[in-house]
């Protein structure tokens, strides 16, 4: 063969050629010299794409294959030419030798040929194409950005928050103690009791029954503590004025928790 190959193009061939010489155990015959000689011009004749074979000069060989001296790599290439690896056209002083790899019957066994990728006639079938079709579609699909998980840099719409809604307070009344106030206010909220209006109305009315002032309401259930209030837990004889009702303080000669015995 005097002429480069021309099919070796987009067809895999390093590959497939590398592959070969393993799955046929080369080395065997071919020696380590050899097969590392066969690679390397395999490997120069893929980077020039097979355009054309590769032009190497001896010291150029001695240095990519680690072959010390010219007479192995003489021994080297001898032994590849006589496989059918290699073919070899010598140079002279001003041109370097020539070199392509060739692929004996022994070898092409093991060689798996990859179709050309290049053709411009399809043989695939319609059910491929629509196959390939909706992949594609699906790929455009998945690269939309989402709303669900934005990215971090991405600026959505965002549609206003509603308005916070604040639990109704009451206001303090007129003549009422701050101190009985704010403790009867944090009893009630320790205890989850909504400060609604118509707590307070009912408040209002049962306070009307008793005969008792508003102020004086809010101290009894600052005292006992109640978070809310009934006529009957009182007595009626109870003052209508806050300033006029006072807690009952034991005497200093009396136990506040130990009552009196009846006298019989």
């Known amino acids: 063969m005097s002429s480069y190959p021309t099919d070796r193009k987009n067809s895999g061939y390093f590959a497939r050629f590398t592959k070969a010489l393993f799955a046929s155990n080369a080395v065997s015959e071919t020696g380590k010299d050899a097969f590392l000689l066969v690679l390397y011009v395999a490997s120069i004749e893929d980077r020039t794409h097979y355009n054309k074979p590769a032009k190497l000069w001896r010291s150029q060989l001695m240095e990519a294959t680690a072959i010390s001296s010219p007479k192995a790599i003489l021994a080297a290439r001898s032994k590849a030419i006589e496989l059918g690896l290699l073919h070899y056209c010598e140079g002279s002083r001003t041109s370097q030798p020539i070199y392509w790899t060739l692929v004996p019957s022994w070898l092409e066994l093991h060689m798996r040929r990859v179709p050309n990728r290049n053709v411009k006639t399809s043989t695939r079938s319609k059910l491929e194409h629509e196959t ?133």
């Open 132 to 264: 390939e079709h909706e992949t594609e579609h699906e790929t455009e699909r998945l690269q939309e950005p989402s709303t669900q998980y934005p990215n971090k840099g991405a600026s959505l719409s965002v549609s206003p928050l509603k308005a916070k809604t604040t639990k109704p307070q009451w206001t303090m009344p007129e003549g009422v103690d701050p101190t009985h106030w704010q403790d009867w206010l944090t009893h009630r909220k320790a205890k989850r009791a909504s400060n609604t209006r118509s707590a307070w109305s009912r408040i209002e009315r049962e306070a009307v029954k008793a005969g008792l002032a508003i102020p004086a309401v809010v101290q009894i259930c600052a005292e006992r503590p109640w978070i809310g209030f009934e006529a009957s837990w009182v007595a009626s004889s109870v003052p209508l004025s806050s300033s006029d009702y006072k807690p009952f303080v034991p005497s200093a000669t009396e136990d506040p928790i130990k009552p009196k015995r009846r006298s019989v």
